[in-house]
């Protein structure tokens, strides 16, 4: 006994699935898995590597392909290929409940793995372990934000863990040489910039060890080159002031 299939159906398996509306009306593509994300990034050029076919459905868990006259109304042609491109860079990857968790977990990992690579207790200068953090972004309910990168999520974890417990930014160690005459005038101007003055010395040229917060390096940076025409030099000693060893949770 043979199954009759209709000739505007495809089947395809192991599929994700990007949908765009137009016009009232729904249109989906069949993309390899990992492969949409790549191609909105600029990372993956070929687009072949990116569709399973080059064909617009409406409905591709069912087969069902779109009718040429929808495509012309919706998009202005019946070009396949260009239709693809079109859903591909503006429409929703659809992804199941179990992929949706998977991905929203690695982002809470990747983001305590950013706040434990930056940040120490100020008291002990001893970085926290990624378990800790996570720990902690549970205990302050932190709920990912799948549209944000993990960098600005880092951020404003550290902001609201600032409420909970003792945790900031780990200092850069920074040297600079500042040429005698604008030496003391540039002086004050970077104070409210720097942390911790831990050496200064003032002969022909103002020398000066000193702790900041990783925000304001480009502040520094800015006005070293502005004030001193290029005369001053900047040197980077240690992204951070840590002691050897993980902060314990008591």
């Known amino acids: ?67 040429k006259e929808d495509l012309v109304q919706a998009f202005g042609t019946d070009d396949q290929t260009e239709i693809c491109k079109v859903i591909l860079s503006k429409g ?14 690695q982002m809470f990992r990747d983001i305590a793995t950013i706040v434990a690579d930056k940040c120490v207790n100020p008291e002990t200068k001893r970085p926290y372990t990624v378990i800790l953090i996570e720990r902690a972004m549970k205990d302050i309910h932190y709920s990912v934000k799948p549209n944000k990168s993990t960098k600005q999520q880092a951020l404003e974890v550290i902001r609201q863990l600032k409420e909970t417990m003792q945790i900031e930014r780990a200092h850069m160690r920074l040297r600079f040489s500042l040429p005698a005459k604008e030496g003391k005038k540039l002086k ?24 900041i917060d990783p925000g304001c390096f480009r502040g520094i940076d800015e006005l070293i080159r502005s004030e001193t025409k290029g005369k001053g030099t900047l040197e980077v000693l240690s992204l951070k002031d840590v002691e050897e060893g993980d902060e314990k949770l008591e």
């Open 92 to 105: 929703e990857l659809q992804v199941s409940d179990k992929e949706r968790h998977t991905q929203l977990e």
């Open 188 to 211: 004050e101007k970077l104070k409210p910039l720097i942390k911790v003055i831990e050496s200064e010395d003032f002969h022909e040229q103002l020398e000066m060890v000193c702790l």
């Open 1 to 67: 006994m043979s199954i009759f299939t209709p000739t505007n159906q495809i089947r395809l398996t192991n599929v994700a699935v990007v949908r765009a509306r137009r016009g009232g009306k729904r249109f989906e593509i069949a993309c390899y898995r990992n492969k949409v994300l790549g191609w909105r990034s600029g990372a993956e050029k070929d687009l072949d590597e990116v569709l399973q076919t080059h064909t617009v459905f409406v409905n591709v868990s069912k087969g069902q392909v779109a009718k």
